[in-house]
């Protein structure tokens, strides 16, 4: 598929989403990061994004949780261009009953390009990377032009 670019601005749609046992570790990098954070518009699947907001104070755009189909509704607003980073810290030791859910998620940041961050040290990579503070161009699949294509 072509290619196109789109900008990732300096002021963030970011995607915060973890698996059960990975709730407090996420909870202490947010705490951690709270007033990056808080300069940002933060999604969340639903048990994270309401443990985030109820201890740090941040807003949060809390989904359904993830086994309900907030993964799914997080990977709806990346496919549409509306979230710009996840931080999806998973835990790789332990399945989970919607992990075809998780599976697509990581498969919907990757197609559509954008910075993931699956664990704390990535997560700080990312956030005091110089990029972060940026904006920046990516480039993505032109969808568009593909479905020009396959009507002509």
Same mark, same amino acid.
């Given at each position: 598929?072509?290619?196109?670019?789109?900008?990732?601005?300096?002021?963030?749609?970011?995607?915060?989403?973890?698996?059960?046992?990975?709730?407090?570790?996420?909870?202490?990098?947010?705490?951690?990061?709270?007033?990056?954070?808080?300069?940002?518009?933060?999604?969340?699947?639903?048990?994270?994004?309401?443990?985030?907001?109820?201890?740090?104070?941040?807003?949060?755009?809390?989904?359904?949780?993830?086994?309900?189909? @907030?993964?799914?509704?997080? @990977?709806?607003?990346?496919?549409?261009?509306?979230?710009?980073?996840?931080?999806?810290?998973?835990?790789?030791?332990?399945?989970?009953?919607?992990?075809?859910?998780?599976?697509?998620?990581?498969?919907?940041?990757?197609?559509?390009?954008?910075?993931?961050?699956?664990?704390?040290?990535?997560?700080?990579?990312?956030?005091?990377?110089?990029?972060?503070?940026?904006?920046?161009?990516?480039?993505?699949?032109?969808?568009?032009?593909?479905?020009?294509?396959?009507?002509?």
């Amino acid at each position: 598929m072509e290619q196109t670019s789109r900008t990732i601005p300096v002021s963030k749609h970011i995607a915060l989403v973890a698996h059960d046992h990975c709730k407090s570790s996420l909870l202490q990098w947010v705490n951690t990061h709270k007033a990056l954070l808080g300069e940002h518009t933060l999604y969340a699947t639903g048990t994270t994004g309401n443990l985030i907001q109820r201890e740090t104070g941040l807003e949060v755009n809390a989904m359904l949780s993830g086994p309900m189909g @907030g993964d799914q509704q997080v @990977g709806a607003l990346i496919a549409e261009g509306k979230i710009d980073l996840l931080i999806f810290f998973w835990d790789p030791l332990n399945a989970v009953p919607h992990d075809p859910d998780v599976k697509a998620l990581l498969r919907l940041a990757t197609v559509w390009n954008i910075p993931v961050a699956t664990n704390r040290s990535t997560a700080d990579f990312i956030i005091h990377s110089p990029l972060f503070a940026q904006a920046v161009a990516i480039q993505i699949p032109d969808y568009q032009r593909y479905l020009q294509q396959r009507l002509q």
